[in-house]
Structure formats: structure tokens, C-alpha cells
């Protein structure tokens, strides 16, 4: 009887496409271009974000951001209330 269990590690990674394009990445990362149209850390990145539509996030952090930003202007001005009371009550 024929058994469907692997006897090597390099059946498994074989198997396995994500295992082997990591193993075969690994080794290709800094032989790979940072910057370029093609061939590039640069391309493979603009292209797996349209592949994913990495984009749908965008509206999400752009919301994120904007309530951070105002949440600083109301800290800000808590903090001006704060040290107005000081100037004008230096005892406390």
C-alpha cells in the first residue's frame, strides 16, 4: 500500500506553495532590486497591492488619521485651558 505521508522535508516544501516560495524568497530577497519598473521590490509591491486591493484600507487609516488629528487639536487645547488656569492661579 502506497503512503501519502512525505518522507522528506523537501516533499513537503514542494507540496506546499507558500512554504516554497518563502524558502526560494529568502534566498532571493537582497539579490532582488529595491527600486525599479520591473524586477524590483518596488514592482513586486505595486503589484501585490493592486492584486489585493490594498486600497480598500486606505479609507479606514485616511478616517483613523483624521480622528487622531483631532484628537490632538482637543488635547491641545485642553492643555492651553490647563496652563491659562496656572498663569492666572500659580498657587495650585
Known amino acids: 500500500m502506497k503512503s501519502n505521508v512525505p518522507n522528506t522535508v523537501a516533499q513537503i516544501v514542494k507540496g506546499n506553495k507558500a512554504i516554497y516560495l518563502y524558502c526560494v524568497g529568502s534566498e532571493l530577497?537582497?539579490?532582488?532590486?529595491e527600486?525599479?519598473?520591473?524586477n524590483s521590490h518596488e514592482y513586486l509591491i505595486k503589484t501585490s497591492t493592486a492584486y489585493i486591493a490594498f486600497d480598500e484600507n486606505d479609507e479606514l487609516i485616511e478616517a483613523l488619521q483624521r480622528e487622531i488629528a483631532q484628537l490632538r487639536e482637543e488635547l491641545l487645547e485642553a492643555q492651553q485651558q490647563i496652563a491659562g488656569v496656572k498663569i492666572k492661579n500659580p498657587s495650585t
Open 29 to 33: 530577497f537582497y539579490e532582488i532590486n
Open 35 to 38: 527600486l525599479g519598473e520591473t
